[in-house]
């Protein structure tokens, strides 16, 4: 697939409690930086939504990864 022009996105993925826990500490050992918002909101912080966790970060390509725990309903 040729990315050229697929320009940036937000991709959100579900995930269980224990790969929340792996994902958030390589982040944390990474050094990537991570907000509790999808605007750059609260850098260094974690969201607690709807009684789950939720993480937002930039992929190298400019695109935000979303991580949560619960479904957005």
């Given amino acids: ?40 909101e609260r850098p260094g912080e974690i969201s607690y939504l709807r009684g789950g966790r939720c993480v937002y970060f930039d992929d190298p390509d400019g695109h935000t990864i979303e991580i949560i725990t619960r479904r957005r309903e």
């Fill in 1 to 40: 697939m040729d990315a050229e022009g697929f320009g940036c996105h937000h991709c959100v993925f579900l995930a269980g409690e224990a790969d929340f826990d792996a994902v958030f500490a390589r982040l944390r050992s990474t050094g990537i930086t991570y907000y509790a918002g999808p605007h750059h």
